[in-house]
């Protein structure tokens, strides 16, 4: 996942804007780690490169 398409994303569930914490990383992509949404608190995991957010 790009780093700079984070900045896109919203949370399914209600809409929030998204924090992001990276676990492991290359130059410009996230390999793993976590999205929370700021508004209901859910959590997206990062893996291999893919946002997991169903």
Partial sequence: MK??????LI???CHGELDLKIMK???DEIIEGT???K???KEY???EG???MM
Avoid: T, W
């Fill in 35 to 37: 999205l929370k949404c």
């Fill in 3 to 8: 780093k700079e398409h984070v900045k896109l």
């Fill in 11 to 13: 949370c399914p569930y």
């Fill in 25 to 27: 990383d290359s130059e």
């Fill in 39 to 41: 508004n209901c608190g």
């Fill in 50 to 52: 893919i946002a997991r």
């Fill in 45 to 47: 995991e990062i893996k």
